[in-house]
């Protein structure tokens, strides 16, 4: 089965909370600010419940974007150790597994 969400997607969503807006996680991401807010809504669409909803001009996380944040920080961590990994053996050092 392959994941419907991107690392993408679960990068920009961990960028808007850690940054507290769209805005911010769109300069920090070098995106535009309808990009990170299309990667959210996709997001949202994608899920069984929303990870972020809007309330007024402020993004705020729902319960289960409060659990999901904690496994896209994961997610994305690990993801960051493999590549750590491939760039390792492409020097010519083995892997500890």
Do not use: C
Request: hydrophobic letters at 45%; zero cysteines.
């Amino acid at each position: 089965m392959n994941p419907r969400v991107s690392l993408e997607q679960w990068l920009t969503f961990k960028t808007v909370v850690d940054s507290g807006s769209y805005a911010m996680a769109a300069e920090l991401l070098s995106k535009s600010q309808s990009s990170v807010s299309y990667a959210i809504s996709r997001l949202n669409e994608q899920l069984p419940q929303p990870v972020l909803i809007l309330q007024g001009r402020k993004a705020v996380m729902t319960d289960a974007g409060r659990v999901l944040y904690r496994h896209a920080e994961q997610l994305l961590n690990q993801a960051n150790q493999a590549e750590a990994v491939a760039n390792s053996l492409a020097l010519g050092f083995e892997s500890e597994v």
